[in-house]
């Protein structure tokens, strides 16, 4: 069968402040790495077919969260997310990260949080404080009784901050007895370094006896790549168009080489450095199959696989 992984990486691995060291930002990204490798991996686990997720939005949102939290919730978000337990420099490090993220040039990149709450519920004035100067999200009170407005109002803003890729998140439904909605939204959009030019048709094996013809993308071009895992696997980097280095993206491409199934490698698929990658370049004919995913997801499980119960 035709499985293949996709994954992105960006080289905002540094940030532009002169008050943290080397060692606390190598900590505060690897706790990043790490937190991102074991919610894909619980994930990937748990969900059958095709999936999409975004580690970083989860931990975005999860980072706020651990700032309103006390006691043992506290203790298990941090635990969860791989924090730092400097928490002056935890701050500075998220302020900066988001900052850089939302700077990025030659992409369209833009990274937003919001807080709706019920109209009875008052938020801590510190908590505010705090959410307000590392991540800037929008709050803003609403009447959860009116269901139907409340939603229309959340899913308005989601759609505007995905570009109208996602109209909608929540349903009516779900603010029944909600006192609190967090919602973190990203969107991308970038132009290939190395332009698809043309297109073909091929047999796209979808089981072990059954495939179906799909249009794939095609280019020829020279592509950093390698085979990883051991020779189990082989991967190429698809670098998105960029002339300052230090805002480089890029999308990995990796395909089981060793086994026809994703499942005997995918535990170790996200534990990948993309940064440490020994690549080499080759002149490659690449073709990729044009393809549209949506997942919805179900996080407390997930959570819970994660250690946190509370």
């Not at 540094?14 to 080397?22: A, E, F, H, Q, Y």
């Not at 979808?206 to 249009?215: C, L, Q, R, Y």
């Not at 086994?259 to 005997?264: Q, R, T, Y």
């Not at 170790?268 to 080499?280: A, D, E, G, R």
Request: hydrophobic letters at 40%; aromatic letters at 10%; one cysteine or more.
């Amino acid at each position: 069968m035709n499985h293949f992984v996709v994954s992105f990486k960006s080289s905002l691995t540094t940030t532009r402040s002169r008050s943290l060291t080397v060692n606390q930002l190598t900590t505060f990204f690897s706790g990043i790495h790490q937190f991102s490798a074991e919610f894909s991996e619980i994930l990937a686990k748990e969900e059958k077919g095709n999936l999409i997720c975004s580690p970083i939005s989860a931990l975005i949102t999860l980072a706020i969260l651990d700032y309103g939290a006390d006691g043992r919730t506290r203790q298990e978000l941090e635990t969860a997310l791989n924090l730092p337990m400097n928490e002056t420099y935890v701050k500075l490090l998220f302020h900066y990260f988001m900052r850089d993220l939302n700077d990025a040039t030659n992409v369209e990149l833009h990274l937003a949080n919001a807080l709706f709450l019920n109209n009875e519920f008052r938020i801590n004035k510190m908590f505010r404080q705090i959410s307000t100067i590392i991540f800037q999200p929008k709050i803003e009170n609403l009447d959860f009784q009116n269901t139907v407005q409340s939603a229309g109002i959340i899913n308005s803003w989601c759609k505007e901050n995905t570009g109208g890729k996602i109209s909608e998140i929540v349903e009516a439904g779900d603010l029944t007895e909600a006192q609190l909605v967090m919602v973190n939204a990203i969107y991308f959009k970038g132009q290939w370094k190395h332009r698809f030019t043309h297109h073909r048709k091929i047999n796209f094996e979808i089981s072990n006896t059954d495939n179906v013809p799909i249009e794939m993308m095609c280019n020829n071009a020279k592509y950093n790549n390698n085979q990883i895992l051991n020779g189990a696997a082989y991967y190429i980097e698809l670098p998105y168009e960029t002339d300052q280095p230090e805002t480089e993206f890029s999308m990995y491409v990796i395909l089981p080489l060793k086994s026809n199934e994703l499942d005997d490698i995918i535990d170790q698929v996200f534990k990948i450095k993309f940064v440490k990658l020994n690549s080499k370049e080759s002149d490659i004919d690449f073709c990729m199959p044009k393809f549209r995913i949506e997942s919805n997801l179900e996080l407390i499980p997930v959570l819970k696989k994660a250690d946190v119960h509370n």
